[in-house]
């Protein structure tokens, strides 16, 4: 799946420097590459993640908004 998962978006993911292929591939294997994310308007937001804790899902976070723009994934950091 990894690998249909890569030749589907892997042309717009930018990666800053050199990252193994087997890191590569945690990007897009579908049992590493992230939980649940959850688009909601920029108002409702704060009550959304309350509730979610309220319910349970204690590491519920907010981690950002969406802009106009270009879609892609930027790969900063990697792990030696």
Do not use: C, H, M
């Not at 993911?13 to 897009?28: H, K, M, N």
């Not at 294997?29 to 409702?44: F, H, K, M, R, Y």
């Amino acid at each position: 799946a990894s690998a249909r998962n890569w030749a589907s978006y892997g042309d717009r993911v930018r990666i800053s420097g050199q990252l193994a292929d087997w890191r590569r591939d945690l990007l897009t294997d579908p049992q590493t590459s992230g939980g649940l994310l959850i688009a909601v308007a920029e108002e409702g937001a704060k009550q959304v993640l309350e509730l979610a804790r309220e319910r349970g899902f204690t590491t519920s976070r907010y981690v950002g908004r969406v802009l106009a723009g270009e879609s892609g994934l930027l790969v900063l950091a990697q792990v030696p």
